[in-house]
């Protein structure tokens, strides 16, 4: 898309349409006539998000693989609603990420080789006696 840099008319001079300012606004207008259109998610299709946080705001993004390219997806109010929801159970401390539990405590979001290890050691004894899985957390 062209896109050229319009300077306000002076006082005195009258505004020249040139064939490069018409081009750019027909290239506008053709844009703007077809509005972006955001996949919807399939149920069970895997979805990733990407979060990006600062001092004041978490904005995120669901985003799908299609083709080779990652496409942001829509997601209604009754979506939207829900994820707000899920996401409030999750808090950011020292860059790490943690799920508030029901219970009281922090959980700390484990890597898929750092829950291995962590059940590897409680099934090897060293946490102490075996306790059922919602002990553990």
Do not use: W
């Not at 002076?10 to 290239?27: I, S, V």
């Not at 922090?106 to 590897?120: F, G, I, S, T």
Request: net charge positive.
């Amino acid at each position: 898309m062209a896109i050229l840099e319009l300077q306000s008319p002076r006082k005195n001079k009258q505004f020249q349409c040139t064939p490069e300012h018409e081009a750019a606004f027909q290239d506008l207008k053709l844009y703007l006539s077809f509005p972006s259109l955001l996949p919807k998610p399939e149920k069970g299709e895997p979805l990733s998000v990407y979060l990006s946080v600062t001092d004041t705001a978490v904005s995120a993004v669901l985003v799908k693989e299609q083709e080779g390219q990652q496409h942001p997806v829509y997601y209604g109010r009754d979506e939207s609603r829900a994820f707000k929801i899920r996401a409030s159970t999750y808090s950011i401390i020292n860059n790490t990420l943690f799920k508030r539990s029901q219970a009281g405590p922090y959980l700390r979001c484990l890597q898929p080789d750092e829950a291995k290890q962590v059940l590897q050691e409680i099934n090897d004894g060293h946490c102490g006696n075996h306790k059922g899985g919602k002990s553990l957390a």
